[in-house]
């Protein structure tokens, strides 16, 4: 057994478990036992842990340690918006009445569930200038697919689906992918030298048999699509819609919006803009908004107020239908509720300034150093490339992972595609400037060890509790759960 | 009144300081690339700034309005279940390197996220009996329906065979994710003692190839079904068992869907430790044969070494994803439900071998109790005689909602109305007892109903 150090690896649950320990204990059967017939009946939970309470909390307690947290510095992962999550979020959402109401209470019983569902969509309408939100999607992805199933509905309605969605280059993986499942066939804009869409090539590809352009704004190199206007006039002109992917919405909440900019649908993403955890994965929430044409093709049951009462509605003869059981990822809108009632509009705006701030100053004091494909003005992030790193034969993977040894979770690497060796720092409008001074000292560091000593680079992290792990032998041969040793 | 500014550490000296050292004269040069007139010039009607005080008494009265019985008289299930929770499980998964991580992209320092994952995929494939898992979906729905594309992808037929034992909430949001990509949902029936009609699925199934047979074990009525009957079915048409859970605390008690030759078990994780929480969030568990390794979505994490040798976790399989493949990656879906899977897992940890068997023999026999005696009053009537799980459904002398809405007021939920999904059954009531309901509880929901 490995010794004990504060860097020990933590054995499984399966090898920590011992026969006969318990954890938990109900109160005795009030009933008289019953067994189902002995057909349905299984033997034993075969490998299943038998741990006592001590064992369990010390062993989640323990694996925590090996992550980094958003609550300890800097998490600069660029379009992941990793922000500050309010610690009164995770109050209110796990307050008695909301987090113990069940899906099915009668609605007379869910009415403070169902007004602050109200109240959330009509605060997200207002701030995206839309007509109305569906909160239902869980994840921005699950919110794409919406949106375009959604779109999908509009043309089937006015004629025929139409075959293919465009998406620029730029894009998220999650964009081709969904417009994929909603049944179009993708095809790619490219970009200018300024980083933005490129006019005369969209109007090229802008045919009738487009269904929607996906947009994300600002786009994935932190540029806002200051063309946007005309891109929504030549996608109309052809009857097409403007999908915009609002993943990076906190770049300009409270100062300007979708709604004004010529976009029929979008999706945003509650655990950005609006501050819910990632917890390591999830559960995120991706609601939709739509304008007034698109109203009838929003997903199922809409939450509607008749007279003071809040009520489910699940007719809606044009509705694409569900994508998710019940409403949605409630406790997620409660925390985004608390955080937009904490803010207001005004904090929201102000949430953007800085968040733009951030990244502009330290894209200003790092420019001298790492290499700046694209010059156009940067909104909340900025994309470097390890271009001058190269020449110490230094790579981008290099530098995130020896950020690590300084402390930092490294930014989002070899993204957006069109950036070759790309490092996408977002810092959001959470980092003081004493982080920020950090981060660049870190990266200048870096780029000097790469010349000096590139070696130290290349075998980074030197501090992690396991260092670079071999990614390609575990797909090659995976092993994708514990086994017994024989 | 709130402070707007409390979660931005910059104070206003920050600010001015900042713009001067990247020589900007103001904030609004930053924005140069916003047009002026789509700036917004007004008041959005925006609620807020209020201060912590004022946010909770507003959220407070919000959980307020919501009118609740008491645990133990509660009868609601239908695809959310309470059961009684380790005190642990939210304190763990409220520890900050959890819950404000992101997906585990950079492993060395992800450690933490990453094994509690991969010991996750480790008990959801010995509670389902199958081979592989991923770290999670959306719900039990979702995972469902991409369950079905899955097997669709493997073996291409555009049609699906599916049991109307299914929830009926599963099935829509089926519809919804196979309906642009053309692949046709044919329903089947069931028997007269509520359970899936092999016969019914074998005549589907010979009229036209399909790719999966659908069935729900419990059933969205609480039956439990003859899945290795309907095994053997599904394999003798060509098509894979797909296996829908939404309620694996039965897994506790009841075979594995695995060794009943399930191929895929698509399911719902809420059972474990998450709040029912008006419906969200929960977890999508999707388990399968190892044959559908490449073609599952998702994320899996995988183990590893590092340049030292020593053990770690990793995302693996990753070519299969949509910010590698794209258009043609396995799913859309980027985000899962991370720490919901974590919860579920912590849970597992907890109750453990003998408490989860210990939980579902709870749930079995208090169904069966209260079975038996809302059975045996006057006006209501059984109208299933096949066993079930943690559910049953009660044919009421009277419109269901009326008398949940009666009941409701005398402090009991006595159950889902089952006509909210299908009008012709709305005497109809679908009637859920876990271990949180007490026999006294159970003695005076049967009580009320002798009392209709």
């Known amino acids: 057994m490995e010794p004990r150090s504060l860097k020990a690896a933590e054995r499984l649950l399966f090898e920590i478990s011992r026969p006969g320990r318990r954890g938990f204990a109900l109160p005795a059967l009030d009933v008289p036992p019953a067994e189902p017939p002995a057909r349905h009946l299984r033997d034993d939970l075969e490998g299943f842990p038998e741990l006592s ?170 540029v806002f699509e200051s063309d946007i206007e005309e891109i929504a006039r030549i996608v109309h002109a052809k009857g097409g819609l403007l999908y915009m992917d609002g993943a990076n919405l906190n770049a300009f909440v ?182 920020l001074d950090l981060f660049i000292a870190a990266m ?15 075998t980074a992290p030197h501090t992690t509790p396991v260092r670079r792990l071999d990614e390609v032998a575990a797909a090659r041969q995976p092993v994708l759960r514990w086994t017994p040793v024989s | 009144m709130g402070d707007a500014h409390r979660y931005v550490p910059a104070s206003d000296q920050d600010r001015r300081e900042m713009l001067e050292s990247i020589g900007r004269a103001s904030i609004d040069e930053l924005f140069v690339g916003i047009p002026a007139h789509l700036k917004i010039g007004t008041a959005l009607g925006v609620p807020g700034p209020l201060s912590e005080v004022e946010v909770l008494a507003e959220i407070g009265a919000r959980a307020q309005a919501n009118r609740a019985p008491d645990p133990a008289f509660q009868f609601l299930g239908g695809g959310a279940y309470r059961h009684a929770v380790p005190a642990l499980v939210d304190h763990l998964i409220s520890r900050t390197e959890f819950y404000s991580s992101y997906t585990p992209y950079q492993p060395e320092i992800s450690q933490g996220t990453l094994q509690a994952m991969f010991e996750f995929q480790t008990l959801i494939c010995q509670l389902t009996g199958l081979e592989i898992s991923n770290a999670s979906m959306y719900d039990g729905a979702s995972s469902l329906a991409e369950a079905i594309l899955m097997v669709e992808r493997q073996r291409p037929r555009g049609r699906v065979v599916i049991s109307d034992r299914v929830h009926p909430e599963y099935r829509q949001v089926t519809r919804t ?31 036209k190839p399909a790719s999966a047979l659908v069935i729900q074990h419990p059933d969205f009525f609480g039956c439990l079904e003859d899945v290795e009957t309907l095994a053997q079915v599904a394999h003798d048409a060509g098509a894979a068992l797909v296996v829908a859970v939404a309620e694996p605390v039965a897994l506790g008690l009841l075979k594995a869907p695995g060794s009943q030759g399930a191929d895929v078990v698509a399911g719902e994780g809420q059972s474990f430790g998450v709040p029912v929480s008006y419906g969200g969030p929960y977890l999508g568990l999707l388990a399968a044969r190892t044959t559908f390794l490449r073609s599952m979505p998702g994320r899996i994490v995988g183990e590893a070494r590092d340049v030292d040798g020593r053990r770690g976790y990793v995302l693996t399989l990753s070519t299969r994803e949509q910010h590698i493949r794209r258009e043609k990656a396995t799913s859309n879906i980027c985000t899962n439900e991370g720490l919901a899977a974590l919860t579920a897992a912590i849970f597992m940890a907890t109750v453990g071998k003998s408490g989860l068997r210990e939980m579902a023999s709870q749930c079995y026999a208090k169904t069966a109790y209260a079975r038996a005696a809302i059975g045996s009053v006057r006006g209501c009537r059984l109208p299933y005689a096949a066993p079930v799980f943690n559910e049953f459904v009660v044919e009421l002398p009277a419109p269901a909602e009326d008398v949940v809405r009666r009941l409701h007021d005398k402090g009991i939920l006595a159950g889902l109305p089952i006509g909210r999904y299908d009008a012709a059954r709305s005497r109809q009531l679908l009637v859920t007892v876990t271990e949180l309901n007490t026999r006294a509880a159970i003695d005076r929901l049967a009580r009320e109903l002798g009392g209709l």
């Open chain 2, 177 to 207: 994710y196979l309906g642009a990509l053309g692949t046709e949902m044919v329903m089947f029936g069931h028997r007269a003692d509520g359970t899936a009609d092999p016969e019914a699925a074998r005549r589907e199934l010979a009229a």
């Open chain 1, 444 to 458: 200048r560091a870096i780029d000097e060890e790469a010349r000096r000593d590139p070696a130290l680079v290349r």
């Open chain 1, 53 to 222: 309470e001590v064992d369990v909390v010390r062993h989640y307690t323990r694996l925590s340690r090996l992550n980094y947290a958003i609550d300890l510095g800097l998490y600069p992962l660029g379009s992941c918006t990793m922000k500050y999550n309010p610690k009164i979020n995770e109050k209110t959402a796990r307050l008695e009445g909301l987090a113990d109401a069940h899906p099915h209470l009668p609605s007379a019983a869910a009415q403070g569930c169902l007004g602050l569902m109200h109240d959330l969509e009509r605060a997200l309408a207002a701030l995206c200038g839309m007509d109305r939100f569906t909160l239902q999607p869980a994840a921005g992805a699950q919110g794409e697919l919406v949106g375009i199933l959604m779109a999908r509905a509009f043309h089937v309605d006015r004629g025929k689906a139409r075959q293919v969605v465009l998406i620029p280059d730029s894009a998220h993986g999650t964009n081709p992918a969904s417009a994929h499942i909603a049944g179009y066939r993708v095809e790619q804009v490219p970009s200018n030298a300024a980083g933005r869409v490129d006019l005369a090539a969209l109007r090229e590809r802008m045919t009738g048999e487009v269904a929607v352009l996906m947009l994300t704004n600002p786009n994935t190199l932190g």
């Open chain 1, 254 to 435: 409270g100062i300007a919006r979708p709604g004004d900019m010529g976009v029929d649908v979008h999706h945003l993403n509650l655990h950005k803009t609006f501050s819910t955890p990632h917890g390591g994965g999830g559960p995120g929430a991706g609601p939709v908004g739509v304008r007034k044409d698109l109203v009838p093709y929003l997903p199922v049951p809409t939450v509607e107020k008749e007279g003071e009462r809040y009520v489910l509605r699940h007719e809606a003869p044009k509705s694409i239908g569900r994508v998710r059981s019940f409403y949605g990822n409630f406790g997620m809108m409660v925390r985004a509720w608390t955080y937009i009632l904490a803010l207001g509009q005004e904090g929201l705006r102000r949430n953007a300034e800085m968040a733009v701030l951030n990244a502009n100053y330290i894209r200003h004091h790092l420019a001298g150093t790492y290499d700046l494909p694209y010059d156009a003005p940067s909104l909340h992030e900025v994309v470097f490339s390890d271009r001058r790193q190269q020449e110490a034969g230094v790579h981008t993977l290099d530098i995130a992972k020896r950020l690590m040894d300084y402390g930092f979770h490294p930014p989002t690497i070899y993204f957006p595609l069109i950036v070759k060796g790309a490092l996408m720092i977002e810092p959001t409008e959470s980092e003081p400037r004493e982080e």
